[in-house]
């Protein structure tokens, strides 16, 4: 009871973590994108944090090779610069 009770709080943790990133990706759609460039954002953020970002990219780009889903590499990816994001 106890094992299946720890794999329902990990699911849950996992299903938070995905809810989030659903969520970070919808905000990221409804942004009005002829107010912002990229040029503009990548400009003021700091150098050990774009480091950082452009790790976890690498570490999505190297699973979508080897094959993993499109769309949890993507939920993944967000969640991450979520985490990174408020560090």
Do not use: H, W
Not at 7 to 13: D, E, G, L
Not at 23 to 31: F, V
Not at 72 to 86: M, R, V, Y
Request: hydrophobic share 45%; charged share 30%.
């Amino acid at each position: 009871e106890l094992a299946f009770s720890g794999s329902r709080k990990i699911a849950q943790i996992v299903d938070d973590a995905f809810n989030t990133a659903r969520k970070a990706y919808k905000d990221i759609l409804d942004l009005p994108t002829s107010k912002f460039k990229v040029s503009d954002m990548v400009k003021v953020i700091d150098d050990s944090l774009k480091a950082k970002l452009i790790e976890k990219c690498g570490e999505v780009e190297f699973r979508l090779v080897e094959g993993s889903d499109e769309f949890i590499q993507l939920e993944s990816l967000l969640a991450s610069f979520a985490i990174i994001g408020k560090g």
